[in-house]
């Protein structure tokens, strides 16, 4: 039992860590969980009683934080969009995840492995790669080098994308906005790319972004009756609850307070979670399927910016 809590107690310590580091890094506080969750448990060797609490905080941690982040979402904002912009981000996901997983089989990495780079790309980074990990019972270990790669491309994009609306590209707010939007991964790197600008792109690029995140939804649910026996659909009651839970919060039937609370619950146990898939990752497999993975997550997003580039750039005047 206490070599169990020892494993649990290395995890938390390590989202502690990386909540605090996450001030200075421009890396988010789950990426830098992951990442030091592979430099620890590529330095150290746990025994089987201690990985026990390790497995626990992944397998028992992770559900609870997917249905959590029902709370941060809202249907409503889909009416906010408009038609040429939902399909617009529907084509963009589809791409973007067909992409992945024609370049990983050109590159002759798993489909399990594409599927994370492109889902990562497509959806919110971190959070969508766990939650298909979790729905599809995949390796985390390639989920863990997945989040890695992703969170690097939009660390980049975070940086990149600003400079190009403010020195090379002119465009209305708008369509910097929904591109920034729809090109970025993870929530933060929206949110600081966009605002970096203005509010106005600011608040079009997050409204984007979390139009994007509830598109995954029906992935979640497609992949689980995909997964399913004999066709059968069986959703797991974290599915349910991460509906209903987005449900509840499209209503607006949360007290702001309490729903700061509950983001920072599944931050944080999202957080924890991710630092115990960084300890099951191994570098020398890492080094190993890395490069091809960073081929396929790379080139599955410039098939992403390229679609996006014609859609908002070039047909942005005669769509919006």
Not at 120 to 127: D, E, L, Q, V
Request: charged share 10%; with cysteine.
């Amino acid at each position: 039992m206490k070599s169990t809590l020892f494993g649990i107690v290395i995890c938390v310590a390590l989202g502690i860590v990386s909540r605090f580091l996450a001030s200075f890094l421009p890396l988010g506080q789950v990426m830098t969980a992951i990442l030091l969750g592979i430099v620890l448990g590529n330095l150290i060797t746990l025994n089987k009683e201690q990985n026990k609490g390790v497995t626990f905080c992944e397998k028992k941690l992770l559900p609870l934080a997917i249905a959590l982040m029902g709370f941060n979402l809202d249907y409503k904002v889909v009416t906010q969009m408009g038609i040429p912009m939902v399909v617009i981000i529907i084509l963009t996901i589809l791409i973007t995840i067909a992409s992945a997983l024609a370049l990983g089989k050109l590159f002759r990495i798993d489909r399990e492995m594409s599927l994370f780079c492109g889902v990562g790309n497509a959806f919110c980074g971190s959070s969508a790669i766990a939650a298909v990990q979790s729905v599809t019972d995949g390796d985390e270990e390639k989920a863990g080098v997945s989040i890695a790669l992703v969170n690097l491309l939009g660390t980049v994009g975070m940086f990149a994308l600003p400079a190009a609306f403010r020195f090379l590209i002119q465009v209305s707010d708008f369509q910097a906005g929904a591109f920034i939007g729809a090109a970025l991964q993870a929530v933060g790197q929206v949110t600081a790319a966009g605002f970096s600008l203005n509010d106005n792109i600011g608040e079009v690029a997050v409204i984007v972004k979390m139009c994007r995140i509830l598109m995954l939804t029906p992935l979640l649910l497609f992949l689980n009756f995909w997964k399913g026996n004999g066709g059968k659909l069986s959703v797991p009651p974290y599915i349910l609850f991460f509906i209903l839970f987005s449900v509840v919060a499209s209503f607006r039937f949360i007290p702001p307070g309490l729903k700061e609370g509950l983001h920072f619950a599944e931050k944080a146990f999202l957080t924890v979670a991710m630092a115990a898939v960084g300890m099951k990752t191994s570098l020398k497999n890492l080094s190993r399927e890395g490069g091809d993975a960073l081929l396929t997550g790379l080139g599955s997003w410039m098939c992403q910016l390229f679609f996006l580039s014609f859609a908002f750039l070039f047909l942005g005047k005669v769509l919006f």
